[in-house]
């Protein structure tokens, strides 16, 4: 005779096979509940992960809550591998490449205020002025007039972030390669 919990685990499986195999749920496509592995523990469940298309074993809760994982656990590592890679190359003397070159490029904060990165309208009705680099805030003056304060703005990362781009010249080509040889090996 079995006992409770093993009662309740079957009953649990079968009500899941009814409601979730061979159905899409939360971009997993099901493919076999599994046995508990355990009596009272929860169910695994055979799916393929809508990331990277592999069959992979995930428990059923995980794929099935109002915040579904996204990706099986190949890919998360897929990910970190990818992630370590352009921190690699773009984190360099305390400093982001990439937002540097961003910035370069006239890409604007979302937060900006003025509509300008770097320049704050202050309660007195000055401009200040100032650009982050080195993990440090470098004050570039108050102004009285928006243009002079972007003016500052500007020259400094003309002088700065131009000068620490041209230390880094090729970053972007050596990501690319960096990348591209981390993807041939996955393979």
Request: net charge positive; hydrophobic share 35%; proline share 3%.
């Amino acid at each position: 005779m079995k006992s409770a919990a093993a009662q309740k685990s079957a009953k649990a499986k079968k009500a899941a096979i009814e409601k979730y195999e061979g159905k899409t749920v939360s971009g997993w496509k099901i493919i076999e509940i599994l046995p508990p592995r355990k009596p009272d523990s929860s169910l695994w469940c055979k799916a393929v992960c809508p990331q990277c298309g592999k069959t992979v074993e995930v428990r059923l809760t995980n794929i099935t809550r109002a915040n579904p994982i996204l990706r099986c656990s190949d890919c998360a590592r897929d990910m970190k591998e990818k992630v370590d890679v352009i921190l690699s190359v773009t984190q360099g003397d305390g400093s982001s490449l990439s937002s540097v070159k961003s910035r370069m490029d006239g890409k604007v904060n979302k937060n900006s205020q003025t509509g300008v990165n770097g320049v704050v309208k202050r309660p007195n009705g000055r401009y200040f002025a100032y650009i982050n680099f080195r993990r440090k805030q470098i004050f570039l003056g108050l102004y009285d007039d928006l243009d002079d304060a972007i003016a500052a703005r500007k020259k400094a990362e003309a002088a700065i972030y131009g000068e620490y781009l041209d230390q880094h010249e090729g970053w972007e080509e050596e990501l690319k390669e960096k990348l591209e040889k981390l993807k041939e090996n996955q393979k």
